[in-house]
Nanobody, 124 residues
Framework: QVQLVESGGGLVQAGDSLRLSCAAS?????MGWFRQAPGKEREFVAA????????FYTDSVKGRFTISRDNAKNTVYLQMNSLKPEDTAVYFC????????????????????WGQGTQVTVSS
């Protein structure tokens, strides 16, 4: 059982930055971030393999968000710059995902572990 503990959400203004952190209780092959806005389905944001390769992002955050890992701490980060109101959502850390190399995305499966979620609110 992998435990994921997130931190770093908050209320910011458009154009500001935030950094989310997710500490895992053990090493996992891949980790990433999803988000869920009110009334919408949970969507993929960014993820990478343990080695740091095959780092994929959803199109709406490319160039603004950066995912990184500190493997010594089993921790993944999401640096979010130039935040927009449409980035407002609950952000979830996830581990043990399916990777689709063709579509350059990650998706959850029945073995995926989730963090508790952290709220990110961007005001205009």
């Amino acid at each position: 059982q992998v435990q994921l503990v997130e931190s770093g959400g908050g209320l910011v203004q458009a154009g500001d930055s935030l950094r989310l952190s997710c500490a895992a209780s053990e090493r996992t092959d891949n980790m990433g971030w999803f988000r869920q806005a009110p009334g919408k389905e949970r969507e993929f944001v960014a993820a990478s393999l343990w080695s740091g390769v095959n780092t994929f992002y959803t199109d709406s955050v490319k160039g603004r968000f950066t995912i990184s890992r500190d493997n010594a701490k089993n921790t993944v980060y999401l640096q979010m710059n130039s935040l927009k109101p449409e980035d407002t959502a609950v952000y979830f850390c996830a581990a043990k995902l399916n990777v689709d190399y063709y579509r350059r995305t990650y998706s959850p499966n029945q073995n995926t572990y989730w963090g508790q979620g952290t709220q990110v609110t961007v005001s205009s």
